[in-house]
């Protein structure tokens, strides 16, 4: 059984559409979380949700806008697409955050690659 | 504000031989240190996590090290085989997130 997966793999489109990627973990975890990985392979935090309640939200565009509909879930929905947001996006989840004082180790999922033409 | 940082970008290290990579940071020494490691096209994959008050910790091949007066981790390959090539990310807390060293890719060469 895949432990976080998502949807889609890869995603090609054009400027200025709007596109979501879907996360699921069925590891039981309070927290996850939407990472970006770009060209340069820099892995970086964008938004953590702990128990359907957004925790972090980095220095992100408002075009990005994640969405939690219960604690198994993470959808990330993106308006008005433009190149500079080809990237890899990485969803990931973990048992504890460190805000509470847990330990954060994160679980990601496979990625979904997105091109934007 | 706390940085962390992988001083090596790649490394070619011969089969056989010890892989060292270092994970260096600065301000606060971090409750506990994670090491990941990341194969082409995939997601990071959790290897070992040490805390602040452990000098070492060890899984089958792979040895860690956290220094908190040098604010450096270090992470040892034993015998180190092709299979082992992938880039490895350390990674720590900052304000409550977790943050990523940019990776060392680490070339097992036959």
């Known amino acids: 059984d895949t432990a976080v997966s998502q949807t889609p793999k890869y995603l090609v489109t054009q400027m200025g559409n709007d596109k979501s990627i879907k996360c699921e973990q069925n590891?039981?975890?309070?927290?996850m979380y939407w990472y970006k990985q770009d060209s340069k392979k820099f892995l970086k935090i964008m938004f953590s949700y702990n128990n359907k309640e957004l925790i972090i939200n980095e220095t992100v565009p408002n075009r990005f806008s994640p969405k939690s509909p219960d604690k198994a879930h993470l959808n990330l929905h993106i308006n008005s697409l433009e190149l500079g947001d080809s990237a890899v996006y990485f969803c990931a989840s973990s048992a504890d955050w460190a805000g509470g004082l847990g330990i954060d180790t994160q679980y990601f999922g496979p990625g979904t690659r997105l091109t934007v033409l | 504000s706390q940085k962390i940082e992988q001083n090596s970008e790649a490394l070619n290290i011969q089969e056989g031989k010890t892989a060292t990579l270092t994970c260096n940071y600065t301000n606060y020494s971090p409750a506990y240190l994670q090491w990941y490691r990341q194969d082409p096209g995939r997601g990071p994959v959790f290897l070992l996590l040490i805390r602040e008050n452990e000098k070492e910790k060890r899984k089958e091949r792979l040895k860690v090290t956290f220094d908190t007066t040098l604010k450096q981790s270090l992470f040892h390959i034993t015998a180190s085989q092709p299979a082992d090539s992938a880039t490895y990310l350390c990674a720590l807390n900052r304000d409550d997130k977790i943050i990523f060293g940019k990776g060392t890719r680490l070339h097992i060469l036959p």
């Open positions: 590891l039981g975890h309070d927290t």
